[in-house]
């Protein structure tokens, strides 16, 4: 799709700096845009990538004389994602409807409008809602319920009960409600005990690819509304997370925490059990979380401690040789001065 | 499922104070639990919540004289999980017997009441044993051997050639079998080398989902009787892993490592390859474990050391910008006193 | 397929010293080899094993006077690499052809030799080479390219649009070409942005089992000719990495990362996002790596350093307990002459 600036700048509420009859239909990186791309600025790492740039225009949050032209807005980066909307659209889904191929339940309910593949499994009481998206292969498990405009991706399994709100992607061959890790140990035996909650993901969630949702094991495991999952991520029984956090690739997160709305949760992080974290939490890639956290903390290491000092502090592992070379001349020292005054005694 | 105190009592060997005649239909938390919820406490956390629980009653190590009635048992936690599965039970699974729309080739046996869902493949010389459950996506390849009541989620996948054993569960998207991960590096190329072991899963083993263990370079990979695995974990190839391990999620094994029974491996630990862990050992949560590992021994951090150690030592690396001051000004000061001796000589 | 010690080094462009008539039909390690078995030496923590084994021969790189015949060679590995494909020859696929219970749209085109299982699916315009194995359960998704000699494992998933060189192999229930992780965050809700890019892979690449490989935001993700993956890693959306490298299980890179060509970057390994790491790079196992990376650079640790350096400084991280201590009496004695000081001015 083909727009001028002053369309653009019209989708957006932004304004024109240059000429506004450019067009454009594609979107780029400063570095490789062409005269039909057009790129942002958000990150002022890359502001002397402005001088070079060949884009058609470069969507930015104020004038700094670059000399492209510009479209002038308060969030760029949120602008550019707008743009990129409109020019590109999201993934289109063949509209097939549903396929004599799939395998539906006669007890479950499908709504208007969706789109069932092949090799997809709709199991006994099932119900989906309308306009939803169920790729090759992707498991739907007895009694699950699904809101509307849901995207199940090939080979994504939703067990038995669990429940997704509206507009709720499960990326492919994502898990969601398998047992929770729950054995009791009895005599050197582990015996699996049937886990009784299940996962209610609730509206705007995306889950990534390969991540692994655990139902409960007595009560539900929750993930709030509008957050955002990265992929290969394991969420414990039990565990509830609150609204709008990004939590990226690789996490780990034990059963029965709490955590708050609005937190940053970085890659690789791993956080304990029955542990509560607060709202608006960032923590750092690969941190390991094993206490409370209080609200609007920023958090990094293994312990978590504060961020800010945990960069401080793990900077100077570096140093330790040295560190530990003067502690051994000291207490060398101090060793013969000890010696000495045992003498003197 | 409805049961009386004193039902309950005699299913695990317990006594009831107060009346035996309430009765009971469910599990909950002593927070969330009703006059018709059983709850149980066994983390002595949670002991206060015994004075304002609205649970019917509660399974419980020793009487302390909370105002609610007590099912007392020797081992709670053993005992809430008999009761679970008295009141709640496993998972049904829906006797659709053998699906004409799976994939099994002729040369494969099935066992009897052996359910296998649609787009399920089992190959030529597979052998599945009795009141096996296949879900619809689950792959079983060539000569594959399954021992009896063993469940295979929704497009879990074994290879060619591996075994699994009696009441062993591989849940969802889970990889059993793919090839080891080995190369041989010449002039600056990688070459694959087939990998001729298998993967080997001995009795009443369960798999989390979206984990994935390699085949044998040359010798099998063992999972031993009773190991309990959570999801995503990653086991390299030729690993043999003892009885009853409990390996929690994203945990990490490279190859050829041997492992002894009873060991608790917890989240996010990686492991070397080509080591020796012994017998009850345990690793907390996002240790790096390099050396062989004697038996009984309680491990932590990077690279692992003793885990009272390393809770002490770990605790202190947020002091080290502190440390680093004092031993600047200690070099400092020998320096001058360094230059002072130097000045006298 | 049995063998001659005679024909093997001939094969390998080694040298028999022993008996060139024995034969063997089968590898194994030096601990189990019988008289049937060839063995290979390679990692000198071995050696000891050639005093015993009951090999029929051992592969090797010069002569130790071990007394079991010997394939001398210079690169044992390697050798030992092709040995083990012409005795036991990579994974054999049944030559079903095209099965008629797969999915496969009527504009995808489809090479010569293919095999492709019941419940595969191959979406609108997708191109397959010839001799292309796809499993059941794999997805190939509208308008993806697929080289020649490629294998999909089963349930391995291939977005939309991305691009497979010749002899590459995915593993069971990897992802390629999901979104990449792209949210632009306005007034408290994360507004997912399309994921313009692809994933291009190029030649000889292989990608372990629960791969995640994320689409490009704007710019393609790309796995360079000959890289080899392990499990469970997760690639951010627009990174690049170069030719020939390995990743072992768990490695986790963020988006718009540029890695060179043969990096070893071992397993569990965190990368940031936008930072440029270097050729020939070898990064430790479980490391954390936040900045730019020169060529040739050993580094371990989080942050990632020099990887001799962070050996020997993890190893004190033991020591720090007493380190405080001796800091805490030095800051003790300085205190009282500080105060002494005090007194005398």
Redesign the interface.
Known sequence: MEKTLAQLAEHISGKVKGDPNIKVN????LE?ATATDISFLSNP?YTNALQTTKAGAVIIGKDTGAPVPLLICE?P??A???I??LL????QH?NIGVSP?S?IAKTAKIGNGCII???A?I??GAEIGDNVVI???A?VG?NVKIGDNCIL???A?I??GCRLGNNV?I?????IG??G??????K???????Q?GVVVIED?V?I?????I?RGA??DTIIGE?C?F???I?I?HGTKIGA?C?L???V?I?GSTTIGH?CVIA??V?I?G?IKIGNLVKIA??A?VINDVPDGQNIA???A?NAL??K?????????????K??RR??KQNGKSDTEKNGHE
Chains 1, 2, 3 share one sequence.
Do not use: M, W
């Open positions: 594609s979107v780029a990186t490789n790492k969030d980066y949120y550019f994602s707008q990129v909307v590109h659209g999201y993934r063949k191929k395998n593949s092949d090799f499994t199991c006994d790729y090759s292969g498991f007895d991706y090939p080979n399994v067990h038995d992607i990326n492919a061959n994502a898990t398998k047992d890790y729950g054995y009791a140990t009895h050197g035996k582990h015996y699996k005990i049937p009784v705007d995306e990534g690819s390969n991540c692994c655990q007595i009560e509008g955002k990265g992929d290969l394991n414990g709008h990004l990226v690739g690789q780990g034990a609005h890659a690789q791993g304990v029955h890639a690969q390991g290491g293994t312990p401690i000092n945990a401080r502090a793990y900077s100077i592992i570096e140093d330790l040789p040295e560190i530990k003067v502690i000291i207490k």
